[in-house]
């Protein structure tokens, strides 16, 4: 065979996941599909087993697998189906492998992500709150066993392109001062909220939350977007990744989103990556880096853009960014909370149980109850997680609708 890269792909039925394939599928004499992962949907996991023909399909637990098993009974699929997230990490371990997306949402990725930096993979990471949950452990774990992390959220990924390459990838400990990098610029939209009157956001809707203007998401992200959780999350994992502080960055509204972050230099230079919003084109730059392959991505014509505005964000309109960049500054424990809280909270929202404005309140209010304890290692970590989980669980049960 002529495949050159064997890659696993966590959370293969989610959007990035999906995206990821499409892009694999354009590069076959690239790329080949070693092992594939999902939560629970079966039925699209067995779509994605007769298209793409992994060697291996895990499920999140045995009653998916068996699912998967009897979708693929008719077919000639040869995949083995397996289940559980031990198999997971196995698999994006496994000696066979040379790349691993991690597009699984939430905390769930921490633990297959974390297996794949060990084996010293080249790790795409799309799931940024595994990397906001472990910060330091994860990034001390990619230099010690030489694994290649590349930033697949767009805003990383542009500032990934923008900075100078002695700085890519998290292998050195310089700083971005030292390579002439005065300011890291995110940017963000500003979700479908960006203009709606601030008093009306208690009677914000799941539909309208998950609508976002310019970018097609899965339902978590989406809910992060609209309250601007997901540029607070995006800020901590910036620091991690880019080995900077908080001072370093700061966030910029733009909500065209086709300048997907931008990096400013000290002769008074600023480097933007701009494109569609599409996120085919960081996991195409990230899958072929340092090369460049076709992503199947709508050229940016400039002649059909509308104004490029930029604005600071509101922290009353989005008082979740404003926790967010508080818990970086805090330190570990505190981002470590509030990522938990956040997964607690907007999963009520999606499902009815809280309004909108409770996501920040529940959030807020786990940051404070929470004492500040040492969390370094991985079992402080999940201890921290799990508490906060428990803390937001509660004040959820004490909301009133
Ligand atoms: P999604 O909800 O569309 O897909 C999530 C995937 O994870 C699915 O395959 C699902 O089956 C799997 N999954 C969910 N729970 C699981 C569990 N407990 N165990 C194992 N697998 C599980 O989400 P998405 O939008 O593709 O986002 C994935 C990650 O990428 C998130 O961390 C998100 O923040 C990040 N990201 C997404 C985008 C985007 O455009 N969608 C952009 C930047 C970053
Ligand atoms: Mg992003």
Request: charged share 15%; hydrophobic share 45%; with cysteine.
């Amino acid at each position: 065979m002529s495949c050159k890269q064997q890659l696993v792909i966590l959370g293969a039925t989610g959007s990035i996941g999906l995206s990821t394939l499409d892009v694999v599928a354009r590069n076959q004499e690239q790329f080949c599909v070693f092992a594939l992962t999902a939560g629970k949907n079966a039925k699209k996991m067995a779509q994605l087993c007769v298209a793409h023909r992994p060697r291996f399909a895990v499920m999140a637990d045995e009653h998916a697998a068996q699912q998967l098993i009897q979708y693929l009974s008719g077919s000639e699929s040869k995949t083995i189906v397996l289940s559980g997230i031990a198999a997971m990490s196995e698999l994006a371990a496994h000696p066979d492998v040379d790349a691993v997306m991690s597009a699984i949402v939430g905390a769930a990725g921490l633990i297959p992500t974390l297996s794949a930096v060990e084996a010293g993979k080249k790790v795409l990471l799309a799931n940024k709150e595994s990397l906001v949950m472990s910060g330091q452990l994860f990034i001390d774990k990619v230099k010690q066993h030489k694994a290649t992390l590349l930033p697949i959220d767009s805003e990383h990924n542009a500032i990934f392109q923008c900075l100078p390459s002695a700085l890519q990838g998290s292998k050195t400990n310089t700083q971005l001062h030292e390579h002439g990098v005065s300011k890291i610029l995110l940017t963000g939209s500003g979700g479908p909220f960006l203009t709606r009157d601030i008093d009306t956001l208690n009677t914000v809707t799941v539909q309208e939350a998950v609508t976002h203007p310019n970018w097609s998401m899965g339902q978590k992200i989406s809910v992060d977007s609209a309250t601007m959780m997901n540029k607070g999350l995006e800020f901590i994992e910036a620091k991690w990744l880019f080995n900077c502080q908080a001072t370093d960055i700061e966030v910029v509204i733009h909500p065209q989103s086709i300048i997907h972050s931008m990096v400013q230099y000290q002769d008074g230079s600023v480097l933007a990556q701009m494109g569609n919003p599409d996120m085919r084109t960081p996991i195409a730059h990230a899958l072929a880096y340092p090369q460049r392959i076709d992503a199947g991505v709508t050229p940016l014509d400039f002649s059909q853009l509308a104004d490029f505005t930029f604005t600071k964000p509101d922290f009353t309109r989005y008082p979740n960014l404003q926790l967010a960049i508080a818990a970086c500054n805090t330190g570990q424990g505190a981002t470590t909370t509030v990522n938990a809280a956040n997964e607690v909270a907007v999963n009520a929202f999606l499902q009815g149980m809280i309004g909108f404005t409770d996501i920040y309140r529940i959030n807020a209010q786990t940051l404070e109850a929470t004492v500040d304890v040492n969390v370094h290692t991985l079992d402080e970590i999940l201890e921290c997680d799990r508490l906060a989980r428990l803390q937001a669980t509660q004040l959820i049960a004490k909301v009133v609708r």
